[in-house]
Structures are given as structure tokens and as C-alpha cells.
């Protein structure tokens, strides 16, 4: 495992999981049951792909060292805790975190956009496919350029939010290759889209485990509230 590029608002990591951990991932990618989704950003642009049934932790489930839990879920959790520096601290800056299965074949992408909101603190991506050429497209572009610095250059141009913030920041994205046992992070708020999977790729599947870092503001006040009628009641 090797931090290979850092920027302000991203993180790659190359080498993430050991031979085992990563078959036992793909295993799992090849086993989900995926279903046809259309892009949330652009449909008609986009194209589709292909989503698994997610699954999400929280509270004391987002600890290290959980029983049970498969090995590329537990590294990850290892992985969040220690990048402070993105998502904060457990239980104070987030309790939830969520993964997901896609897998996006050629001609499709998705969009620019900023996966703002929902509590969100950043997000994660694993590439879980086996081979990727360069030459087959897919990667992810990142805006390194912080939310505040963007609204100074925010136009009223005729097109799309992002898009106006993309032609007025003097900054150009980062591309950042799909390469196979690569994970990045990216902080919320970071604008980013996946770049469109090239038609050479031919029946390669661009295929990753992803999933956000959120705090769920509702479950933090419920058990506030619970705490606070347990102090009152004398409960320990």
C-alpha cells in the first residue's frame, strides 16, 4: 500500500489490498446481483450502468477490528479512521459509512458533479477490475479546488452549474487513472466525474466498490436524546 499522488482535495493509494483481500473483493463483485441504473447527473448523456443492492454501517459498526465483516470492508474502515485529515472523527464528524458495487461498460460516464450534501464528509473509490488500458478512458476527474475558491469564479453562464464553474477556474482537472487495486479518496464538495469508458474497451467493465462517509444528524440527535433521559434517570 502506497500513497502515490496527494492533492487538497484527494488521495490515491496504490497497492491497496494484499493478493488474498483483493481476489475475496472480486469475488464479491462477481457474486452481487447488479441491476441497470440510469445516470442520476445526465441520463441522456451519461448512459447507463450497473449498480449493486448497497450496504451501509453505523455507530459502533464503523469501529476497526468488527467480527465478520469481509476483509476489503474492514481496510477500508481502517482507512477512513485514519484519514483524519478528510473525514474528521468517528462519532464527532461521521458515523455512517456505505458501499456500493458498479460496474460501467463501455460508452458510459457520469457526469460533473459535487455529491454535496446528506451529511456527506467524502467518499472512496476501490478499482476492482483485473486489466485496464490507458487507452480504454474511465478515469476520474477531480477539480482539486476548494468549494469557496469556486464560488469566486461562479458565473451565469447558459449552461450547467458545473460546467459554468469549470469554464471560469483557472485550475484544470486531475485525471486519475482506473488503475486495477488503486483506492482514492475525495473530499465532499470536490467536483469530479467519471470520464466516459472508451468503446475499445469492448465487454471490459470498469468495476469498483464505492461509498460515502456521511453523518446522520438524526441518529446523533436520537441518541443524544437517549443519553440525556438515561443521565436524568440515573441509568449508567
Not at 441522456?44 to 450497473?50: R, S
Not at 476492482?128 to 476520474?140: A, D, F, V, Y
Not at 475558491?149 to 461562479?154: D, F, G, K, P, T
Amino acid at each position: 500500500m502506497e500513497v502515490s499522488q496527494r492533492g487538497k482535495r484527494f488521495v490515491v493509494i496504490d497497492g491497496f489490498l494484499d493478493e488474498a483481500k483483493l481476489a475475496s473483493a472480486r469475488t464479491m463483485l462477481s457474486r452481487a446481483n447488479f441491476a441497470q441504473v440510469d445516470s442520476v447527473i445526465s441520463p441522456a448523456e451519461d448512459g447507463m450502468a450497473f449498480r449493486a443492492k448497497g450496504i451501509q454501517f453505523r455507530d459502533d459498526l464503523c469501529a476497526v477490528g468488527v467480527g465478520g465483516r469481509p476483509a476489503v470492508y474492514e481496510e477500508l474502515v481502517r482507512t477512513v479512521h485514519r484519514e483524519r485529515e478528510f473525514y474528521g472523527e468517528h462519532e464527532v464528524d461521521w458515523n455512517r459509512i456505505a458501499f456500493t458495487f458498479w460496474k460501467y461498460p463501455a460508452k458510459s460516464r457520469l457526469g460533473w458533479h459535487d455529491d454535496a450534501g446528506h451529511g456527506r464528509r467524502g467518499e472512496f473509490i476501490v478499482f476492482l477490475h483485473e486489466t485496464w488500458r490507458p487507452s480504454w478512458g474511465g478515469e476520474l476527474m477531480v477539480l482539486d479546488v476548494d468549494p469557496e475558491e469556486l464560488r469566486e469564479v461562479a458565473s451565469d453562464a447558459p449552461v450547467s452549474r458545473m460546467e459554468a464553474l469549470l469554464d471560469a477556474c483557472p485550475i484544470s482537472p486531475v485525471a486519475i487513472a482506473p488503475r486495477p487495486n488503486r483506492l482514492v479518496l475525495v473530499k465532499a464538495e470536490t467536483v469530479h466525474q467519471i470520464h466516459r469508458v472508451d468503446e475499445t474497451a469492448g465487454e471490459s467493465l470498469r468495476c469498483t466498490l464505492t461509498g460515502f462517509v456521511s453523518k446522520d444528524v438524526r441518529e446523533t440527535n436520537a441518541r443524544s436524546a437517549r443519553e440525556r433521559m438515561a443521565e436524568a434517570l440515573g441509568v449508567r
